[in-house]
T-cell receptor
Framework: ELKVEQNPLFLSMQEGKNYTIYCNYS?????LYWYRQDPGKSLESLFV?????AVKQEGRLMASLDTKARLSTLHITAAVHDLSATYFC????????????FGEGTQLTVNP | EAGVTQSPTHLIKTRGQQATLRCSPI?????VYWYQQALGLGLQFLLW???????NRGNFPPRFSGRQFPNYSSELNVNALELEDSALYLC????????????????FGPGTRLTVT
């Protein structure tokens, strides 16, 4: 059974600081995704990582994938309040029919 | 291009009733997925439909069922509602696996919040 674990689950940080969210998964995966969810809202796609060593950046967020370590990271640079949200990583395997298995989510709060 | 749409936005039912939730995928997408986000339980995969067929099912009882129509829209039915069915139900759509676009990325709708009293 594919399991996905994120840490930390809660993260409170000051504006301007850097931090990293980690996503570990238990078995070989075909694809890894990062989503953002604001309170009461749906999921917004941030990154899709398809291969070992993939790195993608958008603004203050950068995601990377190490398939050998079964680890993805979401790095936040110089955080701003607008980044406050819950971040989910998710993986899928074509053999399981493209169903996404989600991590528990990391609730990020950026304080002024 | 319109995104994934879901209706209704909110739904309030009592225990034992049936709920019907609807989803329209992004134009061109043939796969529709349903997920449940219940408090404290995270995001759980419910059902996957493609080309009108149920392709995969999560670990949910049979009273959770659905269908996909010829226009690729989908319906999720929950029978004999229980209090623990209260959750945000998210629908997502994607290209089918093997599509030339390659990513199979799932795009999520705004969700239907179901409250069972």
């Amino acid at each position: 059974e594919l399991k996905v674990e994120q840490n930390p689950l809660f993260l409170s940080m000051q504006e301007g600081k850097n931090y990293t969210i980690y996503c570990n998964y238990s078995t070989t995966s075909d694809r890894l995704y990062w989503y953002r969810q604001d309170p009461g809202k749906s999921l917004e796609s941030l990154f899709v990582l398809l291969s070992n060593g993939a790195v993608k950046q958008e603004g203050r967020l950068m995601a990377s994938l190490d398939t050998k370590a079964r680890l993805s990271t979401l790095h936040i640079t110089a955080a701003v309040h607008d980044l406050s949200a819950t971040y989910f990583c998710a993986v899928d395997r074509e053999t399981s029919g493209s169903r996404l298995t989600f991590g528990e989510g990391t609730q990020l709060t950026v304080n002024p | 291009e319109a995104g994934v749409t879901q209706s209704p936005t909110h739904l309030i039912k009592t225990r034992g009733q049936q709920a019907t939730l609807r989803c329209s995928p992004i134009s061109g997408h043939t796969s529709v997925y349903w997920y449940q986000q219940a408090l404290g339980l995270g995001l759980q995969f419910l059902l996957w439909y493609d080309e009108g067929e149920e392709r995969n099912r999560g670990n949910f009882p049979p009273r959770f069922s659905g269908r996909q129509f010829p226009n690729y829209s989908s319906e999720l039915n929950v029978n004999a509602l229980e209090l623990e069915d209260s959750a945000l139900y998210l629908c997502a759509s994607s290209w089918v696996a093997g599509h030339p676009s390659g990513t199979y990325e799932q795009y999520f709708g705004p969700g239907t919040r179901l409250t069972v009293t």
